[in-house]
Nanobody, 123 residues
Framework: QVQLVESGGGLVQAGGSLRLSCAAS????????MGWYRQAPGKQRELVATITSGGSTNYADSVKGQFTISRDNAKNTVYLQMNSLKPEDTAVYYCNAEGTVLRPTPPKPFDSWGQGTQVTVSA
């Protein structure tokens, strides 16, 4: 089993910044990709950004140039630096990780989600 624990959400004024963190733990052999998704009230969950173990990134058009995703492979941790926040960025932000676990044997793929962290941007 793989657990993802997010932190860093909160309330910020428009134009402000927040940095989200997500740490993965468990019998992890390798994490191929980590990412952030968000879900605003009344809307579907949407992709924010993803990053592979090699550092390749992908961003939603709505956050390009505003958010930056990064990861520390040694710590199995992914970060999301969010700058120039807008009220429309208000949502619950979820961390996701895909990879392979060693136990229980045999090794098998996993696709895990965090519990979510609330980001609220006031006008």
């Amino acid at each position: 089993q793989v657990q993802l624990v997010e932190s860093g959400g909160g309330l910020v004024q428009a134009g402000g910044s927040l940095r989200l963190s997500c740490a993965a733990s468990g019998s992890i052999f390798v994490i191929y990709a980590m990412g952030w998704y968000r879900q605003a009230p009344g809307k579907q969950r949407e992709l924010v950004a993803t990053i592979t173990s090699g550092g390749s990134t992908n961003y939603a058009d709505s956050v390009k140039g505003q958010f930056t995703i990064s990861r520390d492979n040694a710590k199995n941790t992914v970060y999301l630096q969010m700058n120039s926040l807008k009220p429309e960025d208000t949502a619950v932000y979820y961390c996701n990780a895909e990879g392979t676990v060693l136990r229980p044997t045999p090794p098998k793929p996993f696709d895990s989600w965090g519990q979510g962290t609330q980001v609220t941007v006031s006008a």
